[in-house]
């Protein structure tokens, strides 16, 4: 198998966890000839998986060559990347650093209750609600007691099948570049993500791939859309422009 095969492999397994990635590397691709370097199989991977190149400035002074990269899928974390003239070897030494901030104590966090409906056998929930003995609800005379009664049959049985799950979120509310169509290739992004670490099938991850990439240029192409046209807006309102941004 090909190295950068077997590198992007490695990529993509540390990408499905989801978490800050820095990969630092003589990755011995020439940034500076942008030609070749973006038609290379393993920036094109990195690229659809929203990793960022950020050294820009020659590394290699003999061949005049950008080979050490930082790759980040988190940019905006990063304070700055730059290199020291040090004549230890025929590669300059670069030098990340990271943006560290204090908590902020005021930031709130939400957590929301739903029920897990992930592994709910629908014949199995169908037999339990024809099992339950709904006409007892109808002991009652007064119509409240009647819909107390049958409400608490119906959500016991949800209970059993659907139980409540608890999760934390940072925000309550979508960015504003957050239409309906991105949201629903995200939502079957992550649907076949969960169908390929199920099945573990080549075919499966390919779907996965493709739905991402497509997911990836959705968001891409929303904030762009959505930035050229409140700047337009705001074109002569500075105020709303900073505001905006």
Known sequence: ???????????????????????VSDINID???????????????????????????????????????????????????????????????????????????NRQSFRIKYRDMKSIDENQFKQTLE???????????????????????????????CPWREKRIKHTTQPPWMISAVIEKLHFRDHLLKVARKSDNSADWANYREARNKAVSAVRSAKREFYKNAFEENRNNPKATWNTI
């Open 1 to 23: 198998m090909d190295d950068d095969v077997k590198i992007e492999e490695l990529i993509e397994r540390v990408h499905l966890l989801n978490k800050e990635t820095i990969i």
């Open 31 to 105: 940034y500076k000839d942008r030609k070749n370097y973006d038609k290379h199989r393993l920036v094109k991977g990195l690229r659809g998986m929203n990793f960022k190149q950020l050294v820009d400035f020659i590394t290699r002074p003999v061949s005049k060559t950008c080979l050490d990269h930082v790759y980040c899928n988190q940019p905006q974390r990063i304070n700055f990347v730059t290199t020291a003239d040090i004549g230890l070897a025929d590669h300059l030494p670069v030098f990340v650093v990271r943006k560290y901030a204090r908590e902020n104590l």
């Open 131 to 161: 099992q339950i003995p709904w006409e007892t609800a109808f002991v009652f005379e007064d119509i409240d007691d009647v819909v107390y009664a049958w409400e608490k049959m119906f959500n016991s049985a949800l209970d059993d099948h």
